[in-house]
Nanobody, 126 residues
Framework: QVQLVESGGGSVQAGGSLRLSCAAS????????MGWFRQAPGKEREGVAS????????NYADTVRGRFTISRDNAKNTLYLQMNSLKPEDTAMYYC???????????????????WGHGTQVTVSS
């Protein structure tokens, strides 16, 4: 079955950077769209970034566009999220997620992702 394990979270001051990783196993990774989501205390989970099977198409939430970069290494079955210029409002549990891709350049909407990791905590202090 699909297994997703996130790492790289931690505590950082505002303006700092973190790089999250997600190691995937148990399925044909290159056939799946991958995404990063986050959930802050008392808030609903939200989509942060997604990437197509080959990495050629990406999508970002407005709140992170220009600061975060999603990427994937299909040879290593690993997903990344480079987070720069972090803000206190970026504080949340970050989750990696997967969904079977409808095509090589398209990814389903946020609510279609159906395999999840356990999350890694990111805390940004002011």
């Amino acid at each position: 079955q699909v297994q997703l394990v996130e790492s790289g979270g931690g505590s950082v001051q505002a303006g700092g950077s973190l790089r999250l990783s997600c190691a995937a196993s148990g399925y044909r990774y290159s056939n799946y769209c991958m995404g990063w989501f986050r959930q802050a205390p008392g808030k609903e989970r939200e989509g942060v970034a997604s990437i197509s099977t080959g990495g050629g198409s990406t999508n970002y939430a407005d709140t992170v566009r220009g600061r975060f970069t999603i990427s994937r290494d299909n040879a290593k079955n690993t997903l990344y999220l480079q987070m720069n210029s972090l803000k206190p409002e970026d504080t949340a549990m970050y989750y990696c997620a997967a969904v079977l891709a409808p095509g090589p350049w398209r990814c389903p909407p946020w609510n279609a992702y159906n395999d999840w990791g356990h999350g890694t905590q990111v805390t940004v202090s002011s």
